[in-house]
């Protein structure tokens, strides 16, 4: 009986740490990920308050260089959170997205050819017990040629 409750004590305080580390994370992460591919719908079913033409507005490709047309195949980014913050109704992410791309005109599906920083600073909310976007900042910090091998 003691072995039972402490499984389920354990049980509920891992949950409850994932849900304060890493739900938001995630939810980010798949959120930036809609935005760089342009899929601003799917984004906006991630947030409280943003729609698609909002979102549109803050888009990755958007900010990166020439635009839309300078992008013949994007990877999968590359992401890493500088801080969290909780706040009195969610969390505060300062995050940095690396999108890894080819422009057109160079074809390689073994490695990109280029890559381009992004400084994300994100507001998330729980609305009706989901991690919600409420506010988003997209900024290019840098873009560049990946280093030679």
């Not at 930036?32 to 899929?39: G, K, N, S, V, Y």
């Not at 969290?84 to 997205?97: F, K, S």
Request: glycine content about 6%; aromatic content about 10%; hydrophobic content about 45%.
């Amino acid at each position: 009986m003691v072995l039972a409750l402490v499984l389920v004590a354990a049980a509920i305080i891992g949950y409850r740490y994932y849900e304060t580390a890493y739900a938001p994370e995630r939810v980010y992460k798949a959120f930036a990920e809609d935005i760089l591919h342009q899929r601003y719908t799917e984004a906006a079913k991630k947030c409280d308050g943003l729609t698609a033409d909002d979102l549109g507005k803050l888009g990755s490709q958007e900010r990166i260089g020439a635009g839309p047309p300078m992008f013949q195949t994007l990877f999968p980014s590359r992401f890493r959170i500088d801080s969290r913050e909780t706040t009195a109704d969610g969390m505060l992410l300062h995050a940095v997205q690396t999108v890894l791309f080819n422009p057109v005109g160079v074809e390689s599906a073994i490695r990109p050819a280029m890559y381009a920083t992004l400084n994300q600073t994100v507001i998330l909310r729980k609305v009706g017990g989901d991690w919600r976007i409420v506010a988003f900042d997209n900024r290019l910090d840098k873009l560049d040629q990946m280093p030679k091998p």
